[in-house]
């Protein structure tokens, strides 16, 4: 039975770092808005944005080899690395914006300093990796990156993974002291805890099933809830669909012509978790590697060092595998109800043109978990299986839709829908997501809101020095922000010292 309509200005639905983001930032630019968020789960940040469900990384380019594609003629192509490395830098502003307003009191709860590095072994590898640091290097936005392919220099970097290694080729790494650990959790609820304190509505245990136009222009949402199975309507004037992988089936409910001819294929996560504290004492990184051939790029293997609930952590990984799931907590329907007329094809095309990457995940997913750990080696020679432990990780649906290159293919960045008129936005895609969450909700707002942008210019700028500018055109800003944000997010301490 539904109850009566309930009216409000913006919606935000699902309850991750995302809507936490644009409703943060909704909040300081039009303050008097009646926001209301709905969230399926009993809190925020259970899905994609929870600290056991991503790998925390503060994704700046600095460490992540996918970003930096060597050309035909040897060259390193460092655009990507570039515009996503910017893209960080903007939203560190915002969160320096937040603690120095005092809207966040403690950033070490979210932010810590993390040696980010790459480690290669082979000649090949060496030889890129070497190209690529001398590409980043010489660009101020990577200013302080080191390389070496001494054994007995990375002994001193990153020892757990030297010990009782045998090296029998060339092998190399670099390394920067300004990456960072995020707890994208911890960030989530942070900011949902100052938006309650504002006034915005949390709705939790609340599952959004319809999404349609009112006849007042308006957009009207069903909503039951979870726990009696009342349902409810409410209608807003611009509606964000937040949702992680649940976003698709939503955004198509819309009936909203860019929503048409875009499909969803779900990628599931596994990561190894040490148990040992002597262990996790003895590395302090994030060392990425190459991907194997055929794996998709969310699944680089990275061993990272972690602060999750207070606690140093170790984490490896991520395997990949498949469940036809679209959330972690979702349906095993997903996959199959998120087909439809008008991506049928787009489907069917990505699906013939994918085999190898269905077949790579299969045998993934097949893995015993002694398998795993020989992998886990290739980082920690002296790994112990009794030392690890397997966690299940959050799930990413990539992006399927016809482009330039041919009709069904797989996406694997984010990307933002909206309507024509900028009255309801949705989020699809999953990496490099919680980095870049503040660039991203600032082109929400820019495509979505364009008739208060002028207005609000000021106050964005006020938050994000940067706002409007490519910084590699003003290299003394970047410093300026760099410095800044170190600053004010207590990232300035040298990173611990291994034992």
């Known amino acids: 039975m539904a109850n009566g309509q309930s009216k409000t200005d913006v919606i935000l639905i699902g309850a991750g770092i995302m809507s936490a983001t644009l409703g943060s930032l909704l909040k300081e630019l039009a303050p008097d808005w009646k926001i209301t ?12 944005s929870n600290e056991w469900n991503n790998a925390g990384t503060g994704h700046s380019a600095l460490c992540e080899l996918n970003y930096t594609v060597e050309k035909p003629d040897g060259s390193i192509d460092i655009s990507k690395a570039i515009k996503v490395n910017e893209e960080y830098q903007v939203s560190k502003q915002f969160w320096s914006y937040l603690v120095n307003s005092k809207l966040i009191r403690n950033p070490r709860d979210f932010i810590m300093p993390v040696p ?18 001398e590409a980043l290097s010489s660009n101020p936005l990577f200013q302080g990156m080191e390389y070496s392919d001494d054994p007995a220099k990375l002994m001193e970097w990153i020892p757990l993974m030297m010990k009782d290694r045998t090296v029998s080729g060339p092998i190399a790494a670099t390394r920067i002291n300004s990456g960072t650990d995020v707890n994208f959790g911890a960030l989530t609820r942070i900011l949902f805890d100052h938006l309650k304190s504002k ?12 999404v349609k136009r009112a006849s007042d222009g308006r957009w009207e949402l069903k909503v039951r809830d979870i726990e009696n199975g009342t349902v409810t309507r409410h209608t807003a004037k611009f509606v964000f669909i937040g949702g992680g992988g649940g976003s698709l089936h939503l955004l198509q409910k819309s009936g909203i012509p860019e929503s048409k001819g875009i499909g969803g294929f779900p990628i ?12 996790v004492a003895q590395h302090y990184a994030k060392v990425y590697g190459q991907a194997q051939v055929g794996a998709p790029p969310m699944s680089v293997p ?13 984490l490896f990984g991520p395997f990949a595998g498949f469940s036809p799931k679209f959330l972690k907590f979702g349906s095993m329907f997903d996959l199959i109800t998120s087909v439809k007329p008008h991506n049928l094809i787009t489907m069917l095309a990505s699906g013939a043109k994918n085999m190898s ?20 080696r290739e980082f920690v020679p002296n790994a112990k299986s009794e030392d690890w432990d397997l966690v299940v990780a959050g799930q990413r649906v990539q992006i399927i839709k016809d482009t330039e290159s041919g009709k069904g293919t797989l996406q694997f960045g984010t990307e933002v829908i909206s309507a024509a008129d900028g009255s309801i936005a949705a989020l699809l895609g999953a990496s490099p997501g919680a980095s870049t969450a503040v660039p991203v909700m600032l082109e929400v707002i820019n495509r979505c809101f364009p008739q208060h942008i002028k207005e609000w210019e000021p106050k964005i700028k006020e ?27 207590g990232l300035n301490h040298e990173p611990q010292a291994v034992q």
């Open 116 to 133: 980010h590095m790459s480690f290669v072994q082979g000649a090949k590898d060496v030889a890129f990796l070497k190209k690529r640091f």
């Open 268 to 279: 599931s996560g596994l990561f190894m978790v040490c148990k040992n504290p002597d262990v």
């Open 357 to 376: 990457l269905v077949t790579y995940l299969i045998k993934e997913l097949m893995q015993s978990k002694e398998k795993r750990v020989q992998t886990l």
């Open 302 to 314: 990275h061993l990272d060092s972690r602060l999750i609930e207070g606690k140093e952590s170790l």
């Open 463 to 489: 938050m994000i020095p940067s706002y409007g500018m490519r910084l590699l055109s003003k290299p003394e800003l970047i410093q300026s922000i760099h410095t800044s944000t170190a600053r004010t997010l």
């Open 199 to 210: 006034g915005v509505d949390m709705k939790f245990n609340q599952h959004v099933h319809d």
């Open 37 to 48: 968020v709905f969230e399926r789960r009993s809190s925020s940040g259970e899905e994609s």
